[in-house]
């Protein structure tokens, strides 16, 4: 799976919308890039995926660069609730017979505050 | 309601003793995953089954052992052998193969040898 290279840290003011970044340059063509997030001391939230076009769901949008080497987490309206780390992985497609490794980096801490 | 769930939440062990860790899951999923985390670091992958009856080593896989008898279950021994074992154990688990759905994480067992 490819390596992702993620900020170790950010802040955003409540309200606000957080656009967390993520690097993987070496991303190949059946590898998905996936978001979850972790609050402290519970187990990490799936959060969103995709493969090349912009996704958008109920928490999150997904913006990946036409290249593909890179993307960024939006939250549209920041809560003090979305402090938690965020990892972004980037993950071999599941149907094609690999080992399905799930293989999360340090993440980016984000603080929201008043 | 469906899910994932590690028992016990804290378990205190005395070293030199192998300690089993449970995960139980109720989500018909066939892939499951063992992973630690340390204070301040990210996740790193233990073990992982996609099916019943196999799984393959992860990254860290030394000074532990799993087993997967049955789908729902996929418990976790850390022995002797582990030279730092106290960590947070998190396990997940997945629908494989096809589709493209997250992973779910129980919330944690945080295991401290003393």
């Known amino acids: 799976d490819a390596k992702t290279t993620q900020p170790p840290s950010m802040d955003c003011a409540e309200g606000r919308a957080a656009n967390l970044p993520c690097n993987h340059s070496?991303?190949?063509?059946?590898?998905?890039v996936y978001w979850y997030r972790q609050i402290h001391s519970q187990g990490p939230q799936y959060i969103i995926h995709g493969l090349k076009n912009n996704e958008t769901n109920e928490m999150a949008s997904l913006i990946i660069t036409e290249d593909r080497k890179s993307s960024t987490l939006i939250l549209p309206h920041a809560t003090l609730r979305d402090t938690a780390v965020y990892y972004c992985i980037v993950r071999v497609a599941p149907y094609t017979g690999t080992a399905s490794k799930l293989t999360f980096g340090t993440g980016t801490r984000l603080q929201v505050t008043l | 309601d469906g899910g994932i769930t590690q028992s016990p939440k804290y378990l205190f062990r005395k070293e030199g003793q192998n300690v089993t860790l449970s995960c139980e899951q109720n989500l018909n999923h066939d892939a499951m995953y063992w992973y630690r985390q340390d204070p301040g670091q990210g996740l790193r992958l233990i073990y992982y089954s996609q099916i019943v009856n196999d799984f393959q080593k992860g990254d860290i896989a030394e000074g532990y052992s799993v087993s997967r008898e049955k789908k729902e279950s996929f418990p976790l021994t850390v022995t002797s052998a582990q030279k730092n074992p106290t960590a947070f154990y998190l396990c997940?688990?997945?629908?494989?193969?096809?589709?493209?759905?997250?992973?779910?994480f129980g919330q944690g067992t945080r295991l401290t040898v003393v």
């Open positions: 997940a688990s997945s629908m494989w193969p096809g589709g493209h759905t997250e992973a779910f």
């Open positions: 070496t991303i190949s063509g059946n590898e998905y």
